[in-house]
Protein backbone atom coordinates (compact mmCIF):
# COMPACT_ATOMS: atom_id res chain seq x y z
CA UNK A 1 0.00 0.00 0.00
CA UNK A 2 1.45 3.25 -1.14
CA UNK A 3 0.97 6.68 1.08
CA UNK A 4 -1.51 7.82 -1.71
CA UNK A 5 -4.06 4.48 -1.20
CA UNK A 6 -6.69 5.00 0.49
CA UNK A 7 -7.03 3.18 3.90
CA UNK A 8 -9.65 0.40 3.46
CA UNK A 9 -12.80 1.08 5.98
CA UNK A 10 -13.02 -1.94 8.08
CA UNK A 11 -16.37 -4.26 7.30
CA UNK A 12 -19.61 -2.81 9.37
CA UNK A 13 -20.10 -5.57 12.46
CA UNK A 14 -23.74 -6.03 13.52
CA UNK A 15 -23.89 -4.43 17.11
CA UNK A 16 -24.89 -7.37 18.65
CA UNK A 17 -22.24 -9.63 17.32
CA UNK A 18 -20.99 -12.45 19.46
CA UNK A 19 -24.19 -12.21 21.35
CA UNK A 20 -25.79 -15.75 22.54
CA UNK A 21 -29.74 -16.28 22.73
CA UNK A 22 -31.31 -19.64 23.34
CA UNK A 23 -35.19 -19.44 22.55
CA UNK A 24 -37.51 -21.98 23.68
CA UNK A 25 -40.77 -20.81 22.45
CA UNK A 26 -43.93 -20.53 19.88
CA UNK A 27 -46.17 -17.94 18.41
CA UNK A 28 -45.40 -14.18 18.20
CA UNK A 29 -44.31 -12.22 21.33
CA UNK A 30 -41.02 -14.54 22.41
CA UNK A 31 -40.15 -15.35 18.59
CA UNK A 32 -40.49 -11.52 17.41
CA UNK A 33 -37.84 -10.76 20.29
CA UNK A 34 -35.65 -13.32 18.79
CA UNK A 35 -36.20 -11.95 15.74
CA UNK A 36 -35.49 -8.90 16.42
CA UNK A 37 -32.34 -10.05 18.11
CA UNK A 38 -30.90 -12.04 15.15
CA UNK A 39 -31.44 -9.10 13.04
CA UNK A 40 -28.85 -6.87 15.13
CA UNK A 41 -26.45 -9.62 14.62
CA UNK A 42 -27.34 -11.69 17.73
CA UNK A 43 -26.39 -15.92 17.40
CA UNK A 44 -30.54 -16.69 18.13
CA UNK A 45 -31.03 -20.66 18.77
CA UNK A 46 -34.32 -21.53 18.47
CA UNK A 47 -35.60 -24.65 20.35
CA UNK A 48 -38.21 -26.92 19.17
CA UNK A 49 -39.78 -30.18 19.91
CA UNK A 50 -38.65 -33.00 17.05
CA UNK A 51 -41.70 -32.67 15.39
CA UNK A 52 -41.42 -28.83 15.16
CA UNK A 53 -43.24 -26.26 17.28
CA UNK A 54 -47.39 -25.83 17.16
CA UNK A 55 -46.86 -22.81 15.40
CA UNK A 56 -45.30 -24.05 13.01
CA UNK A 57 -48.42 -24.88 10.80
CA UNK A 58 -50.46 -21.43 11.92
CA UNK A 59 -51.97 -19.68 8.86
CA UNK A 60 -51.35 -18.30 6.06
CA UNK A 61 -50.39 -21.40 4.68
CA UNK A 62 -48.77 -22.08 1.29
CA UNK A 63 -50.62 -24.74 -1.23
CA UNK A 64 -48.26 -27.36 0.22
CA UNK A 65 -48.60 -26.78 3.93
CA UNK A 66 -45.88 -24.70 4.83
CA UNK A 67 -46.35 -21.87 7.15
CA UNK A 68 -45.92 -18.33 6.18
CA UNK A 69 -46.83 -17.00 9.29
CA UNK A 70 -44.02 -18.80 11.06
CA UNK A 71 -41.23 -18.42 8.27
CA UNK A 72 -41.71 -15.08 8.32
CA UNK A 73 -41.16 -14.78 12.49
CA UNK A 74 -38.52 -16.43 12.37
CA UNK A 75 -35.96 -15.69 10.11
CA UNK A 76 -32.29 -15.82 10.56
CA UNK A 77 -32.35 -17.88 13.43
CA UNK A 78 -30.64 -21.33 14.15
CA UNK A 79 -33.01 -23.93 14.81
CA UNK A 80 -32.81 -27.64 16.86
CA UNK A 81 -35.08 -30.09 17.46
CA UNK A 82 -34.84 -31.57 21.31
CA UNK A 83 -37.05 -33.80 23.20
CA UNK A 84 -38.04 -31.94 26.15
CA UNK A 85 -40.37 -33.92 27.79
CA UNK A 86 -37.03 -36.12 28.00
CA UNK A 87 -35.03 -35.18 31.48
CA UNK A 88 -31.85 -35.81 29.41
CA UNK A 89 -33.33 -33.52 26.46
CA UNK A 90 -34.12 -30.87 28.77
CA UNK A 91 -30.27 -31.33 30.33
CA UNK A 92 -28.93 -30.58 26.79
CA UNK A 93 -30.73 -27.26 26.74
CA UNK A 94 -29.89 -26.11 30.16
CA UNK A 95 -26.37 -27.02 29.14
CA UNK A 96 -26.41 -25.06 25.81
CA UNK A 97 -27.93 -21.63 28.00
CA UNK A 98 -25.46 -21.70 30.75
CA UNK A 99 -22.81 -22.00 28.20
CA UNK A 100 -21.41 -19.86 25.54
CA UNK A 101 -18.99 -17.92 28.00
CA UNK A 102 -19.67 -14.11 28.65
CA UNK A 103 -21.97 -13.29 25.41
CA UNK A 104 -23.97 -16.38 26.02
CA UNK A 105 -26.00 -17.39 29.40
CA UNK A 106 -29.29 -15.80 27.78
CA UNK A 107 -32.57 -17.39 27.29
CA UNK A 108 -36.29 -16.40 26.42
CA UNK A 109 -39.17 -18.24 26.88
CA UNK A 110 -42.88 -18.24 26.92
CA UNK A 111 -42.88 -21.43 29.35
CA UNK A 112 -42.90 -22.42 32.72
CA UNK A 113 -42.88 -25.94 32.37
CA UNK A 114 -39.59 -27.28 32.60
CA UNK A 115 -38.12 -26.46 36.26
CA UNK A 116 -34.49 -27.26 35.02
CA UNK A 117 -35.00 -24.36 32.47
CA UNK A 118 -36.74 -22.01 34.99
CA UNK A 119 -34.46 -19.17 36.33
CA UNK A 120 -33.67 -20.52 39.74
CA UNK A 121 -32.45 -23.80 38.30
CA UNK A 122 -29.60 -22.22 35.41
CA UNK A 123 -28.91 -19.48 38.30
CA UNK A 124 -27.81 -22.32 40.38
CA UNK A 125 -25.72 -23.36 37.56
CA UNK A 126 -24.63 -19.94 35.90
CA UNK A 127 -25.12 -16.90 38.77
CA UNK A 128 -24.94 -14.42 36.08
CA UNK A 129 -27.47 -16.17 33.88
CA UNK A 130 -30.16 -13.76 32.38
CA UNK A 131 -33.77 -15.06 32.19
CA UNK A 132 -36.47 -13.58 29.79
CA UNK A 133 -40.03 -14.50 30.26
CA UNK A 134 -43.32 -14.30 28.76
CA UNK A 135 -46.49 -14.63 30.80
CA UNK A 136 -49.68 -13.90 30.17
CA UNK A 137 -51.18 -11.86 33.05
CA UNK A 138 -48.72 -10.27 35.99
CA UNK A 139 -49.88 -13.39 38.22
CA UNK A 140 -48.91 -15.56 35.43
CA UNK A 141 -51.87 -16.38 34.49
CA UNK A 142 -52.47 -17.63 30.98
CA UNK A 143 -53.79 -15.10 28.13
CA UNK A 144 -53.00 -14.49 24.43
CA UNK A 145 -53.54 -11.71 22.40
CA UNK A 146 -56.58 -11.68 21.59
CA UNK A 147 -57.91 -12.61 24.82
CA UNK A 148 -55.78 -9.49 26.34
CA UNK A 149 -57.52 -7.26 23.56
CA UNK A 150 -60.88 -7.95 24.82
CA UNK A 151 -60.00 -7.58 28.83
CA UNK A 152 -58.04 -4.33 28.40
CA UNK A 153 -61.06 -1.91 26.55
CA UNK A 154 -59.66 -1.51 22.81
CA UNK A 155 -62.46 -3.42 21.02
CA UNK A 156 -65.22 -1.35 23.06
CA UNK A 157 -63.80 1.80 21.43
CA UNK A 158 -63.27 0.00 17.55
CA UNK A 159 -65.13 -0.05 14.70
CA UNK A 160 -67.96 1.63 12.89
CA UNK A 161 -69.68 4.18 14.95
CA UNK A 162 -73.28 2.52 14.93
CA UNK A 163 -71.80 -1.23 15.40
CA UNK A 164 -72.80 -2.13 18.92
CA UNK A 165 -70.39 -5.29 19.20
CA UNK A 166 -66.79 -5.07 20.22
CA UNK A 167 -64.34 -5.53 17.24
CA UNK A 168 -60.88 -6.65 18.04
CA UNK A 169 -57.89 -5.66 16.06
CA UNK A 170 -56.73 -7.93 13.23
CA UNK A 171 -53.11 -7.20 14.23
CA UNK A 172 -51.81 -8.91 17.44
CA UNK A 173 -50.65 -5.37 18.64
CA UNK A 174 -49.71 -6.82 22.02
CA UNK A 175 -47.79 -9.55 20.95
CA UNK A 176 -46.31 -7.29 19.10
CA UNK A 177 -45.43 -4.73 21.18
CA UNK A 178 -44.22 -7.44 24.02
CA UNK A 179 -41.83 -8.87 21.43
CA UNK A 180 -40.12 -5.71 21.93
CA UNK A 181 -40.49 -4.97 25.44
CA UNK A 182 -38.85 -8.74 25.58
CA UNK A 183 -36.09 -7.70 23.82
CA UNK A 184 -35.39 -4.40 25.49
CA UNK A 185 -35.52 -5.68 28.82
CA UNK A 186 -33.08 -8.46 27.52
CA UNK A 187 -30.55 -5.77 26.50
CA UNK A 188 -31.19 -3.71 29.40
CA UNK A 189 -30.46 -6.65 31.64
CA UNK A 190 -27.44 -7.96 29.30
CA UNK A 191 -25.83 -4.14 29.98
CA UNK A 192 -26.08 -4.23 33.53
CA UNK A 193 -24.46 -7.58 33.27
CA UNK A 194 -21.70 -6.41 31.13
CA UNK A 195 -21.24 -3.11 33.95
CA UNK A 196 -21.55 -5.19 37.25
CA UNK A 197 -21.55 -9.05 36.12
CA UNK A 198 -24.87 -9.55 37.85
CA UNK A 199 -27.54 -12.03 36.14
CA UNK A 200 -31.31 -11.28 36.27
CA UNK A 201 -34.71 -12.65 36.05
CA UNK A 202 -36.77 -10.37 33.80
CA UNK A 203 -40.38 -11.08 33.04
CA UNK A 204 -43.14 -9.41 30.83
CA UNK A 205 -46.88 -9.99 31.22
CA UNK A 206 -48.48 -9.53 27.95
CA UNK A 207 -51.73 -7.99 29.63
CA UNK A 208 -49.48 -5.74 31.15
CA UNK A 209 -47.95 -4.41 27.95
CA UNK A 210 -51.68 -3.48 26.79
CA UNK A 211 -52.72 -1.96 30.41
CA UNK A 212 -49.45 0.01 29.89
CA UNK A 213 -50.37 1.66 26.59
CA UNK A 214 -54.12 2.39 27.74
CA UNK A 215 -52.41 4.37 30.59
CA UNK A 216 -49.98 5.82 28.30
CA UNK A 217 -52.71 7.10 25.65
CA UNK A 218 -54.82 8.87 28.79
CA UNK A 219 -57.70 6.33 28.18
CA UNK A 220 -57.53 4.70 31.50
CA UNK A 221 -57.14 8.45 33.08
CA UNK A 222 -59.56 9.85 31.02
CA UNK A 223 -62.26 6.61 32.29
CA UNK A 224 -61.17 7.47 36.17
CA UNK A 225 -61.49 11.34 35.84
CA UNK A 226 -65.15 10.79 33.81
CA UNK A 227 -66.52 7.69 34.86
CA UNK A 228 -70.06 9.11 33.27
CA UNK A 229 -68.28 9.70 29.93
CA UNK A 230 -67.85 6.39 28.60
CA UNK A 231 -65.86 6.41 25.13
CA UNK A 232 -67.43 4.75 22.27
CA UNK A 233 -66.66 3.95 18.97
CA UNK A 234 -66.14 6.29 16.54
CA UNK A 235 -65.18 4.36 12.83
CA UNK A 236 -62.38 6.12 11.60
CA UNK A 237 -62.53 9.49 12.62
CA UNK A 238 -59.24 9.99 14.53
CA UNK A 239 -60.15 10.75 18.58
CA UNK A 240 -59.82 14.42 19.45
CA UNK A 241 -58.57 15.66 16.17
CA UNK A 242 -60.02 15.69 12.57
CA UNK A 243 -59.16 12.77 10.24
CA UNK A 244 -61.43 10.14 8.43
CA UNK A 245 -61.73 8.13 5.34
CA UNK A 246 -63.10 9.94 1.97
CA UNK A 247 -63.69 7.72 -1.18
CA UNK A 248 -62.91 9.64 -5.05
CA UNK A 249 -65.35 9.49 -7.78
CA UNK A 250 -63.82 6.90 -9.16
CA UNK A 251 -64.36 4.94 -5.68
CA UNK A 252 -60.80 4.85 -4.17
CA UNK A 253 -60.41 5.45 -0.47
CA UNK A 254 -58.13 7.70 0.77
CA UNK A 255 -57.24 7.63 4.76
CA UNK A 256 -56.56 11.72 5.97
CA UNK A 257 -55.46 13.37 8.95
CA UNK A 258 -55.20 17.24 9.49
CA UNK A 259 -53.42 17.68 12.97
CA UNK A 260 -51.57 21.02 13.11
CA UNK A 261 -53.01 24.22 12.09
CA UNK A 262 -51.33 24.52 8.74
CA UNK A 263 -52.23 21.25 7.88
CA UNK A 264 -55.98 21.47 8.65
CA UNK A 265 -55.38 24.85 6.30
CA UNK A 266 -53.44 23.34 3.18
CA UNK A 267 -56.71 21.04 3.45
CA UNK A 268 -58.90 24.13 3.33
CA UNK A 269 -57.03 25.21 0.72
CA UNK A 270 -57.05 22.47 -2.14
CA UNK A 271 -60.37 21.54 -1.12
CA UNK A 272 -61.56 25.42 -1.69
CA UNK A 273 -63.98 25.13 1.43
CA UNK A 274 -61.91 27.78 3.40
CA UNK A 275 -64.79 30.30 3.06
CA UNK A 276 -67.47 28.17 3.84
CA UNK A 277 -65.90 26.96 6.82
CA UNK A 278 -65.44 30.16 8.16
CA UNK A 279 -69.29 30.49 7.65
CA UNK A 280 -69.90 27.44 9.61
CA UNK A 281 -67.46 27.71 12.79
CA UNK A 282 -69.42 31.37 12.87
CA UNK A 283 -72.75 30.00 12.65
CA UNK A 284 -71.73 27.29 15.38
CA UNK A 285 -69.51 29.92 17.63
CA UNK A 286 -66.30 27.26 17.13
CA UNK A 287 -62.82 27.87 16.35
CA UNK A 288 -61.42 25.43 13.77
CA UNK A 289 -58.06 26.48 14.64
CA UNK A 290 -58.32 24.30 17.07
CA UNK A 291 -58.24 20.33 16.67
CA UNK A 292 -60.26 19.65 19.42
CA UNK A 293 -63.04 21.51 18.05
CA UNK A 294 -62.63 19.99 14.94
CA UNK A 295 -63.04 16.83 16.35
CA UNK A 296 -66.52 17.90 18.29
CA UNK A 297 -67.98 18.93 14.68
CA UNK A 298 -65.94 16.18 12.77
CA UNK A 299 -69.72 15.08 11.15
CA UNK A 300 -70.38 18.29 9.41
CA UNK A 301 -67.31 19.14 8.21
CA UNK A 302 -66.38 15.62 7.14
CA UNK A 303 -69.65 15.86 4.77
CA UNK A 304 -68.17 18.98 3.50
CA UNK A 305 -64.73 17.42 2.79
CA UNK A 306 -66.27 14.48 1.77
CA UNK A 307 -68.17 15.79 -1.06
CA UNK A 308 -65.12 17.55 -2.27
CA UNK A 309 -63.61 13.96 -2.63
CA UNK A 310 -66.99 12.66 -4.68
CA UNK A 311 -66.55 15.52 -7.23
CA UNK A 312 -63.18 14.11 -8.44
CA UNK A 313 -61.16 11.49 -9.65
CA UNK A 314 -58.18 10.00 -7.65
CA UNK A 315 -55.27 11.32 -10.00
CA UNK A 316 -56.69 14.88 -9.11
CA UNK A 317 -56.93 14.01 -5.48
CA UNK A 318 -53.50 12.06 -5.59
CA UNK A 319 -51.87 15.40 -7.15
CA UNK A 320 -53.35 17.90 -5.00
CA UNK A 321 -52.66 16.09 -1.94
CA UNK A 322 -49.34 15.98 -2.88
CA UNK A 323 -48.59 19.86 -2.84
CA UNK A 324 -49.17 19.63 0.57
CA UNK A 325 -48.19 19.32 4.34
CA UNK A 326 -51.55 16.84 4.82
CA UNK A 327 -50.94 13.15 6.21
CA UNK A 328 -53.17 10.81 3.99
CA UNK A 329 -52.61 7.97 2.23
CA UNK A 330 -54.59 5.51 -0.37
CA UNK A 331 -55.88 2.64 0.97
CA UNK A 332 -54.06 -0.52 -0.06
CA UNK A 333 -55.11 -4.56 0.24
CA UNK A 334 -51.86 -6.45 0.81
CA UNK A 335 -52.08 -8.17 -2.55
CA UNK A 336 -52.12 -4.31 -3.99
CA UNK A 337 -48.51 -4.31 -2.31
CA UNK A 338 -47.72 -7.61 -3.21
CA UNK A 339 -48.70 -7.69 -6.76
CA UNK A 340 -46.16 -8.57 -9.52
CA UNK A 341 -46.53 -4.84 -11.57
CA UNK A 342 -46.49 -3.44 -8.14
CA UNK A 343 -43.16 -1.61 -7.51
CA UNK A 344 -43.10 -0.92 -3.91
CA UNK A 345 -41.83 -4.27 -1.72
CA UNK A 346 -39.17 -4.39 -5.38
CA UNK A 347 -37.83 -0.93 -4.70
CA UNK A 348 -38.22 -0.66 -0.47
CA UNK A 349 -34.87 -0.85 0.98
CA UNK A 350 -36.73 -3.06 3.36
CA UNK A 351 -37.10 -6.02 1.30
CA UNK A 352 -34.69 -7.83 -0.26
CA UNK A 353 -35.40 -11.88 -2.62
CA UNK A 354 -34.69 -14.74 -0.48
CA UNK A 355 -35.09 -18.42 -1.29
CA UNK A 356 -37.23 -19.93 1.72
CA UNK A 357 -37.12 -23.51 2.17
CA UNK A 358 -40.60 -24.74 1.44
CA UNK A 359 -41.69 -22.32 0.04
CA UNK A 360 -39.79 -20.99 -3.17
CA UNK A 361 -38.12 -17.10 -3.71
CA UNK A 362 -40.40 -14.57 -2.23
CA UNK A 363 -39.51 -10.24 -1.00
CA UNK A 364 -38.81 -10.54 2.75
CA UNK A 365 -38.10 -8.01 5.09
CA UNK A 366 -35.40 -7.22 6.79
CA UNK A 367 -34.68 -5.23 9.92
CA UNK A 368 -37.19 -2.16 10.31
CA UNK A 369 -34.03 -0.11 12.02
CA UNK A 370 -31.46 1.04 10.39
CA UNK A 371 -28.13 1.57 11.80
CA UNK A 372 -25.42 4.04 10.37
CA UNK A 373 -27.37 3.92 7.50
CA UNK A 374 -27.24 0.06 7.08
CA UNK A 375 -30.17 -2.58 7.55
CA UNK A 376 -29.85 -6.05 8.46
CA UNK A 377 -31.02 -7.96 5.17
CA UNK A 378 -33.73 -11.00 5.14
CA UNK A 379 -32.52 -13.80 5.58
CA UNK A 380 -34.58 -17.55 5.82
CA UNK A 381 -36.29 -19.22 8.52
CA UNK A 382 -34.98 -22.74 9.42
CA UNK A 383 -36.43 -25.89 9.19
CA UNK A 384 -36.88 -28.28 11.73
CA UNK A 385 -33.79 -29.33 13.39
CA UNK A 386 -31.40 -27.96 10.96
CA UNK A 387 -29.05 -26.99 13.10
CA UNK A 388 -28.98 -29.56 15.44
CA UNK A 389 -25.84 -31.27 15.04
CA UNK A 390 -23.85 -28.45 14.25
CA UNK A 391 -24.89 -26.56 17.22
CA UNK A 392 -24.60 -29.30 20.20
CA UNK A 393 -21.15 -30.18 18.55
CA UNK A 394 -19.84 -26.64 18.40
CA UNK A 395 -21.71 -25.24 21.60
CA UNK A 396 -21.57 -28.53 23.98
CA UNK A 397 -18.23 -30.61 22.57
CA UNK A 398 -20.56 -33.19 21.55
CA UNK A 399 -19.25 -35.91 19.34
CA UNK A 400 -20.50 -38.02 16.29
CA UNK A 401 -21.27 -41.00 18.57
CA UNK A 402 -22.78 -39.03 21.11
CA UNK A 403 -25.07 -37.53 18.51
CA UNK A 404 -26.00 -39.99 16.83
CA UNK A 405 -26.60 -42.08 20.11
CA UNK A 406 -29.37 -39.00 20.96
CA UNK A 407 -30.92 -39.07 17.53
CA UNK A 408 -31.36 -43.05 17.92
CA UNK A 409 -33.16 -42.62 21.55
CA UNK A 410 -35.53 -39.75 20.46
CA UNK A 411 -33.96 -37.70 22.64
CA UNK A 412 -32.80 -35.01 19.48
CA UNK A 413 -33.74 -35.00 16.18
CA UNK A 414 -31.10 -33.46 13.30
CA UNK A 415 -31.33 -33.39 9.73
CA UNK A 416 -28.23 -34.59 9.58
CA UNK A 417 -25.29 -35.20 12.35
CA UNK A 418 -22.61 -32.92 11.87
CA UNK A 419 -19.35 -35.47 11.07
CA UNK A 420 -16.45 -34.44 13.56
Given at each position: ?????PVP???P??????????????????????????????????????EG???????????????????????G?K??????????????V????????P??G?????????TE?G?????????????????G???????????????????LV????????????????W?????????TG?????????????????R??LE???????????????A?????G??????????G?F???????D??????VA???RQ??????I?????????L???L?????????????R??????????F??????????????T?????????????????????????LF?????P??????????PVTIDG??S???PA???????G?????A?G?????????????V?GT??????
Open positions: MTIADEPATAPLAGLRVVEVSSFVATPLCGTTLAQLGAEVIRVEPLAPDRTRWPLTDDGASLYWNGLNPKAIAVDCTHPEGRALADLVVSGGSGIVVTNTERWLYAALRARRDDVIHVLLTRHDGGTAVDYTVQAGTGFPTGPEEHAAPVNGVVPADLAAGLHLALLAAERRRAVTGEGAEVVADVALAAAGNLGYLAEQLRPGERGSIGNHVYTGRDFTTAGDRFMLLTPWSDLLGTGLAEAVAAARADADFSDEGARFRHTVLGGLIAAWEQHETAYVTRALATRILWSPYRSFRDLAADDARLLREHPSAITQGVGELLAPGARRAPRPTVGQDTGVLADLLATERLDDLVSRGIREVVAR
